[in-house]
């Protein structure tokens, strides 16, 4: 047992940016696949680092959202092929989702530390943008995200979920309240299912034009709708 969390050990050091660097990829697939591990080995670094460095959650939360931000297409590339094909998505996760914790967990507190002051100073540092780290897996993505691929609805939910994450993490880190990343996605997911349920795309095209020209009035039916989405919120 020793000598398997020693290996896993191992390999989560040597595979970090300081000791290798992601290779690109030949083609969608790979290309694909390499971002999707990428964007779920990210995620667990922000969970995982946030529990050993808890005085640090909350730079670790911004320094995650700035990355995922700048990562928006090759994430929207991500987003738009798991709606066509959910198994998918769900394979990549289940498949890498249990050798970067047990590597980890495998460190010792300080190793675990400097593990993480290492990573996210290279998020800070765009080091670890696809597209100065791996330009080819960038170039691929960015490419299908161009072509008309996927449902018109999944590009709005989208847009939709990112804008409405964003907006309640500015809001929140900006007042110093508390807040849960995970749970705000689930959150504002909830939002939009509610929404779209309930309105036209014709409808939120226009409610997307009030959204960008603050002076114009809301009309009523969004106000409602929008009354009734806080639901989605309540716990926090």
């Not at 390499?34 to 946030?50: E, G, H, P």
């Not at 780290?133 to 609805?153: F, W």
């Not at 939002?191 to 002076?215: G, I, L, M, Q």
Request: aromatic fraction near 10%; proline fraction near 4%; include cysteine.
């Amino acid at each position: 047992m020793k000598l398997r969390y020693a290996i896993a050990a191992c390999a989560l050091l040597l595979s970090h940016p300081t000791f290798a660097s992601l290779s690109d990829a030949d083609d969608f697939s790979e290309a694909l696949a390499m971002a999707a591990n990428t964007f779920d080995k990210v995620d667990q670094a922000r969970v995982l680092c946030a529990e050993v460095m808890p005085e640090s959650k909350r730079a670790i939360t911004i320094l995650s959202l700035k990355w995922e931000d700048r990562n928006r297409e090759e994430y929207r590339a991500i987003w738009l092929y798991s709606k066509t094909a959910p198994s998918w998505w769900t394979s990549i996760r289940s498949s890498g989702s249990k050798a970067f914790p047990l590597g980890f967990s495998a460190l010792s507190i300080e190793q675990k530390r400097n593990f993480c002051n290492s990573f996210y100073a290279r998020v800070n540092a765009t080091n670890e943008d696809f597209s100065s780290k791996s330009p080819r897996i960038s170039a691929l993505l960015r490419d299908y995200v161009k072509k008309p691929v996927g449902n018109a609805i999944h590009k709005e939910e989208f847009g939709f979920v990112i804008g409405c994450v964003k907006g309640r993490a500015e809001q929140r880190l900006n007042s110093g309240a508390e807040f849960d990343l995970d749970a705000t996605r689930g959150q504002c997911e909830c939002f939009w299912e509610h929404y779209s349920a309930n309105t036209t795309p014709e409808e939120r095209s226009n409610d997307k034009k009030v959204f960008e020209a603050p002076s114009s009035a809301p009309s009523e039916k969004m106000l409602r709708l929008t009354r009734e989405g806080q639901r989605c919120f309540s716990n926090q």
